[in-house]
């Protein structure tokens, strides 16, 4: 079963146009779980642009399901998630200023780098992720760093995917036949939607887990969260 992660950011970007509490970021986990979302996703940025440090504190006893937390490994980061213990960290080699998360890791480069993190979150007891590009090369070294998963980036595959799916899954589908190789869970995500979603989790053996925000958040503006959560999981559903 591939389990569905909200990524609910962008419900803080709304909510930070007016700097108050509408909508709230603590409700909406809240209900997204109770339609059925099976974990909560967040990315808190330094310059706290959605998801705030506060918000990590408040979400961490409403998130009764799994709580995910991405982003780039630096001090600060680190402590705050060792502090909070979610059930996963998803480790994200993004520029400050980037405006969205726009590369995996060369694990190769930053090997040492990577083992020396994920060790200290492994003996916090909290399972990590390490995002990567469809790159079955990268995968040994994603290994070797000792991390659980792989988080594949899928913004080629949702790019490509309307162009022709089958060339678009193909570096995906090398990717997770080795990462199962080697004994690595995989997770998906980045511009994932209603769209391209079935394709992908058809298509991808031993998905564990898909985080989808911006498409679902917007989504959810037309047919409702409720409606929208219940969507995303009948596509992930296997009958
Ligand atoms: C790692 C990843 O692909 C997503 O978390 C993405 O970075 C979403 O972040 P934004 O909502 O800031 O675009
Ligand atoms: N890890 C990907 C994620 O959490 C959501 O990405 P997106 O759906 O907002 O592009």
Request: aromatic share 0%; hydrophobic share 30%; proline share 25%.
């Given at each position: 079963m591939t389990k569905l992660s909200v990524n609910i950011n962008k419900i803080a970007t709304l909510r930070n146009a007016r700097g108050?509490?509408?909508?709230s970021v603590t409700e909406a986990a809240v209900k997204i779980q109770e339609f059925g979302g099976q974990g909560i996703t967040i990315h808190p940025r330094p310059d706290e642009r959605h998801i705030t440090r506060k918000d990590v504190y408040d979400l961490k006893p409403l998130v009764t399901t799994e709580f995910n937390i991405e982003g780039n490994p630096h001090r600060e980061f680190i402590d705050m998630v060792l502090d909070v213990r979610p059930e996963q960290v998803t480790l994200v080699p993004d520029?400050?200023?980037?405006i969205t998360s726009n590369a995996g890791w060369d694990t190769r480069k930053h090997l040492d780098f990577l083992t020396e993190i994920i060790a200290e979150f492994k003996n916090a007891g909290i399972r990590t992720s390490i995002f990567l590009d469809?790159?079955?090369?990268l995968v040994e070294y994603a290994a070797k760093t000792g991390a659980d998963r792989i988080e594949l980036y899928t913004e080629a595959y949702a790019k490509n995917y309307i162009v022709d799916k089958e060339s678009a899954i193909k570096p995906y589908y090398d990717t997770a036949v080795v990462a199962a190789n080697f004994g690595l869970g995989l997770n998906a995500g980045h511009d994932l939607s209603l769209d391209n979603l079935k394709y992908f989790a058809d298509n991808i053996?031993?998905?564990?887990e898909v985080s989808i925000g911006h498409a679902l958040v917007s989504e959810a503006l037309y047919m409702g969260l409720e409606n929208t959560v219940q969507a995303y999981l009948k596509r992930l559903a296997k009958w």
């Open positions: 108050g509490d509408m909508p520029a400050d200023d980037a469809p790159q079955p090369e053996p031993n998905l564990l």
